[in-house]
Structures are given as structure tokens and as C-alpha cells.
């Protein structure tokens, strides 16, 4: 595979779809500046994957040109599978001159790396995405293309748009601009996840969780990993790319998920799985710490430059003064920025000890699959035996309930605290 979705894998059924949609988008652009211009259409013969839409079109005797394309789409699948990729790489599709989405024109080098001034991009750092945000996004989303093609809105964790959110961006979809598309990632179609009505509104690309031998190969390939690291990490992360990657390169996420898998040999007692839960959490915190500690920094240094803080001028003092709301504002979207990385942090956390004992019922039964994690298949053996599959598969269901659990809302702790415990009683 080859150009903007390169990166998208284990989905050939998705980028098929993709490609032939922002084919599509291509001939509709193409049949409006035939409207406008006809003499300077027609010095220009059709792209390769125009000409395709075309021939398609004529063998299944469809008229509308805009067939393989509409305005608003919902990238859905597990986490790991690649909806933001798919997300940004048919963004990138939509704003290739070929309608391919090569890779190589401007269009597409823009846009994937984020600079493309018609692809708006919404990434959460907090705990939703608010109604403010929203209509400020779905107002300028209105405006006319300046490259000529389309304004796309990429909104990343789209099921955390909040109720108010929801209905600012179902309006813009019910009455979408005529050069705007809207391009939704969320974890599945459930209406806890996105609203019905939205849903009913917009295409949906089901993604699948990538097989860990089509992981492996893209880090060999791309990131230069060694075939056997790769192998291992692409297991380890359980068919996710990022997790993958970092697993592969950085040894402190390596040691992180270390200590997370020699949890289940330390619920020795009650006492003992309350230290692990402690321990567990504050890992969870100590790493997303380390991960928004420097953006925060950067953050606040360059609003207090804007307030003009460290001017010795006339004023200087009572500006800073005047500024302390903005900075109150600023310190409120770290706070929920950092409470969204300890949980991420923590859920990547319940994964891996997910995978262990996901390990332990698969042993228990004799089932002919891989473990996910092989370096610690002696211990989930081990574990098998003493607990038998209805065991293990209580403790499995203990981990799920706990990430459940954190999803709505129960404070970390407390769910973790419980976890350990049912972990322990079995």
C-alpha cells in the first residue's frame, strides 16, 4: 500500500472505500469547474482515479457523480486500529489534486502533517469536547475552501462531544456547506459512544483490530525495528500501532508495563491489594505527568509573554493583574488535560493486565492461540492451573468492569481498589 494510506493497517477493505470516495469528490470538483469553465476543463484529461470512478459508474448505470462520496463519516473500531490514520489520510485524499491521495503533492504532504489551512483538526486534551469549541469549529467550517477543494473537519474522540456539542455539530450535518465534510472517529456506532441521530447522518468505515503480523511489518519497515522486537512488541500492544511503537523503542514504557503484569503475584492479601492498587494509580499519574509537564510549561510562558508579563512599562503590572482570568482559564484546560492523560495512562495499563489474564482462560481451556504476552506465559500457565477457566475468566471480567467502570466516571481509585480485590478473592 502505498501514498497517504500507508499507515493504515491490516484495513484493505477501508482503503478501497476511501480511495474510491475521494476519487469520487475528485469528479464532483471536476464537473463544477466544468460548469464554470467548460474550455479549461476539457484542456485537462481526467486523473487516473477519476477515469475510474467514471468506468464504474457507467457499468453499474449510476448518474450521480457524487456517488462514492457524502458529507460526513464515522471512522469506528477498537482502540489501535487506526481511526484517526484513516481519518487524516482520507482528509489528505480529499485535498490531493490527484484524487488519490499520493502522498507526494502538496495537498497531501499539508495535510497529513497538519498544516493544510482547509483541515480543521479537533483533538480532545480534556475530559469532552465542549459546545463553545464545537460552534466556533462548525462557523468556520462554513467558509469557502481557499485551495478550491474542501474544507474538512477531522474530530478525533468524537464520543466525547457533549450533549450541547452534539447538537451544534448535528445541525452543520443536517445542513452541511456545500464544500464541507465532516469525518468522525469513535469507538462504535453505540449511542453512548455517538448520538442516533448523528449516526443516521453520516457513512460508517468499520476498522478492525490489526493482526499483530501486519503491526510487526510496519515497524520493520517504517520505523526500523528489528524482526524479532517488532514481533514481540506487536503482541504485547495487542494489534495497537502507537503502543507498539513505543513498547519497541522506549525502555521506560517497557518497564511501566513490567511492573503492571507482576501485579497478579502480589495479591497475596487485602493488605496487599490495596498497595497494588496505590501503586498502580500512582504509576498512572507519575507517566502522565511526564507526559503534559512540558506542554503545560510552554503553554503558560507563551500567554504570559502574550499578557505581557516581564514588561517594565507603563501598565505592565496592572495587565498581568487584569490577566489572571485567562490564566485561571488556562490552568482549568491543563487540569482536565492531565486528568485525561492519567486515565488514558491508566487504561493502557488495564490492557496489558487484561491480556494476562485473557492468557490464563485461554490456557485453562487448551485453546490453539498465541498468548499476547509471551514473556510472562509461564506465569498466566501457572495461574491457569491454580485458578481453572471459570477463574480466570472471572478475573478477566474484573479488569473489564474496572475499565468500565473509570469510562463512566467512577473515580479511579475506587475502581481499581475493587478490582484488586475481586483480582484477589478470584
Known amino acids: 500500500m502505498s501514498g497517504v494510506f500507508a499507515d493504515l493497517v491490516g484495513q484493505d477493505e477501508a482503503v478501497v472505500e476511501l480511495r474510491r470516495a475521494a476519487a469520487a469528490a475528485a469528479a464532483v470538483l471536476r464537473a ?36 462514492g462520496m457524502t458529507h460526513a463519516w464515522i471512522f469506528t473500531g477498537p ?25 507526494e503533492c502538496p495537498g497531501c504532504r499539508t ?68 464544500r464541507t465534510v465532516f469525518l468522525l472517529c469513535a469507538p462504535s456506532t453505540h449511542p453512548d459512544d455517538i448520538s442516533v441521530t448523528i449516526r443516521s447522518r453520516c457513512r460508517v ?49 517497557r518497564k511501566r508495563r513490567e511492573a503492571v503484569l507482576a501485579v497478579p503475584r502480589r495479591l497475596t492479601g487485602v493488605g496487599a491489594a490495596f498497595d497494588a492498587a496505590s501503586a498502580l494509580i500512582e504509576a498512572a499519574e507519575a507517566e502522565a505527568e511526564a507526559s503534559v509537564t512540558e506542554a503545560d510549561t510552554t503553554e503558560r510562558a507563551a500567554l504570559e509573554t502574550a499578557l505581557g508579563a516581564g514588561g517594565t512599562g507603563r501598565g505592565a503590572a496592572g495587565a498581568m493583574r487584569g490577566a489572571a482570568g485567562q490564566l485561571k482559564e ?47 506465559a509461564a506465569l498466566a500457565g501457572a495461574g491457569a492451573q491454580k485458578w481453572d477457566a471459570e477463574g480466570s475468566l472471572r478475573r478477566l471480567e474484573a479488569v473489564l468492569a474496572c475499565r468500565a467502570a473509570i469510562e463512566a466516571n467512577v473515580k479511579p481509585r475506587i475502581a481499581v481498589e475493587a478490582m484488586m480485590l475481586a483480582l484477589w478473592k478470584g
Open 79 to 103: 482502540p489501535g486500529s487506526g481511526r484517526s490514520v484513516a481519518a487524516r489520510a482520507f482528509a489528505a485524499a480529499l485535498q490531493c489534486v490527484h484524487g488519490t491521495g499520493c502522498g
Open 330 to 376: 488556562l490552568e482549568k484546560r491543563q487540569k482536565s488535560r492531565a486528568t485525561r492523560a492519567q486515565r488514558d495512562a491508566l487504561d493502557r495499563a488495564l490492557v496489558d493486565l487484561a491480556g494476562f489474564y485473557r492468557d490464563a482462560l485461554t490456557m485453562a481451556l487448551r485453546a490453539p492461540v498465541a498468548p499476547v504476552h509471551t514473556d510472562t
Open 205 to 253: 468505515v468499520p476498522l478492525r483490530q490489526p493482526p499483530a503480523t501486519a503491526v510487526a511489518e510496519v515497524l520493520v519497515r517504517r520505523d526500523g525495528i528489528a524482526p524479532d522486537v517488532a514481533q514481540w512488541a506487536a503482541a504485547a500492544a495487542q494489534g495497537h500501532v502507537g503502543r507498539a511503537r513505543r513498547l519497541a523503542r522506549d525502555p521506560e514504557a
Open 111 to 178: 495535510t497529513m502533517g497538519g498544516t493544510h489551512a482547509d483541515v480543521r483538526l479537533v483533538v480532545p486534551e480534556g475530559l469532552s469536547i465542549g459546545v463553545g469549541e464545537m460552534r466556533a469549529l462548525v462557523l468556520r467550517a462554513a467558509s469557502t475552501p481557499s485551495g478550491g477543494r474542501w474544507q474538512v473537519v477531522v474530530i478525533e474522540d468524537a464520543d466525547r462531544l457533549t450533549e450541547a456539542a452534539g447538537n451544534a455539530l448535528l445541525k452543520a450535518i443536517e445542513e452541511p456547506p456545500p
Open 32 to 67: 463544477g469547474a466544468a460548469d464554470r469553465a467548460p474550455a479549461l476543463v476539457a484542456a485537462g484529461p481526467a486523473s487516473d482515479a477519476e477515469s475510474a470512478v467514471a468506468a464504474d459508474d457507467a457499468a453499474t448505470g449510476a448518474m450521480d457523480p457524487s456517488a
